[in-house]
């Protein structure tokens, strides 16, 4: 395909991905636009998620090497065998738009994968910002550390995400699954910072590898407060060493008996009055008020 026609491509695929993401942001349409999925994802051909009669995923390889094969709104298989995909472009664009990015910003990526949605989001910050990107499964972090190496206000660095020690941060963006936020990812919120965290409860998939289902949740810092919301429910890849026994059994009873969208604080303490409270573990609590 001619660069120009990719040219094309990649500005109708960013507004179809924004507008299936509810983000009416024109700077992220941009990065979308600007950024090329195929120069993270490796050469072709790739292998892609499809439709199979049975619940195992399967994956089906493209026919050729052709960049147009990108730009849909669709997973890509990075390690199809643990079933890691760089993710759903509207889903990680919905993301994003949480949280409400500004030039100049520092932003966290904890789960970066590849890097294709770290160079979004260091596209949003700029050239003034910075970003933080991290990675667990080896393999994964030595391709976004060469991914992103154009990039001069990102760092890249393979490492457990739940427990790094990270610089102050404006937002920090974790792609999965929780059953708590990380004491670190609290303490390193600025005032007005923005923690944008799926908070979801482990299973064994059909093949018997693990994932999480839960809910997305905006935690925000005003002061010694932090205030929270519930935006949407998830499917997620495991956030591993934040999958406590207590906290994910009262989560999924919370989740069971209903009520999330009527959560507003977050709790740095399980001593949270019963009445107020929807989900507590140990030293946390989600609460009504």
């Known amino acids: 395909m001619l660069e120009h026609d990719l040219d094309v491509l990649r500005r109708a695929y960013a507004r179809r991905v924004c507008f299936a993401a509810n983000a009416d942001d024109p700077r992220l349409e941009t990065a979308l636009a600007e950024t090329r999925r195929e120069a993270f994802l490796g050469p072709g051909p790739w292998d892609l998620p499809v439709m199979s009669p049975t619940p195992t995923p399967a994956y089906r ?42 030039a100049g910003e520092h932003v966290v990526h904890i789960g970066a994968g590849v890097g294709y949605y770290t160079a979004i989001l260091a596209h949003l910050v700029g050239e003034s910002g910075q970003v933080t990107a991290i990675e667990y499964e080896p393999e994964l972090a030595a391709r976004a550390h060469a991914n992103l190496a154009g990039f001069p206000q990102v760092q890249a660095a393979w490492g457990d995400g739940a427990t790094a020690v990270l610089a102050p941060a404006d937002v920090i963006l974790v792609n999965a699954g929780a059953a708590r936020p990380a004491d670190t990812w609290l303490d390193a919120l600025k005032e007005g910072g ?42 997620i890849y495991p956030c591993i060493g934040l999958q406590d026994a207590d906290s994910a059994a009262s989560l999924a009873d919370a989740f069971k008996h209903g009520g999330v969208e009527k959560v507003r604080r977050f709790y740095r303490t399980a001593d949270v009055p019963d009445e107020i409270c929807w989900a507590r573990g140990p030293g946390w609590a989600l609460a009504y008020a």
Request: hydrophobic content about 40%; overall charge positive.
């Open 61 to 102: 390889r493209t026919p050729d090497s052709d960049p147009s094969w990108l730009y849909h709104d669709a997973l890509v298989g990075l390690i199809p065998e643990k079933e890691l995909n760089n993710g759903m472009p509207s889903f990680l664009t919905y993301l994003i738009s949480l949280g409400r990015i500004a």
């Open 194 to 235: 923005r923690l944008i965290v799926p908070l979801a409860v482990g299973y064994n998939g059909p093949r018997g590898l693990a994932g999480t289902r839960g809910g997305i949740f905006v935690i925000e810092r005003c002061g010694d407060r932090f205030d929270a919301a519930w935006r949407s429910a998830t499917a």
